[in-house]
């Protein structure tokens, strides 16, 4: 039995061990391919905006980008991985807390049109590919009606629909808001 246990926790420890290391391979993957985008300000600014939960949009969209990653992975679907990233990194560029309503915007249907405002706030900072574009436009189908027209786009509407569905019911925590100085 004692033998039949431990066989048992080493396979354990041994997955554990691999799923870190998929992890450390995504997250440098990441960095390497948009290390411009998460040194820039308003992408460090995300971190001061809640998505959903206690998640700030920062840590939402590297979220999405990790599990991008995961679904072209386990799946075997042919992506350009710099595009997937680049495109899941900035798919909620929009760059408020849609929680905090003003006069001037009162977010009622920021589902319906935050990926717009997302992809003019990148398009004024980052040369983006057509892809990448795409992923910015659709993530949000079906609200956006038109289909996402290339893999990545899927992919990352996917990956967005379960860290949402995961961060909304609190399975994925994050950290919560980081101000400055604090
Ligand atoms: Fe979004
Ligand atoms: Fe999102």
Redesign the pocket.
Known sequence: MKKKAKVRSMRKARRWQEGLERYRARQQAIVREASDILASDNFCRMRTHI?HGNMTVNE??LN?ARYSLAIAEIFGIPCSRRELIRGALL??YFLYDWHIPDQEHPHRLHGFFHPGRALKNALTEYDLTEREIDIIKK?MWPLTVIPPMCREAWVVTAA?KW??FMETIRLHKGHGVIRQGA
Request: aromatic share 0%.
């Open positions: 998505q939402h969209v999405v798919h909620d993530h967005d860290c949402s």
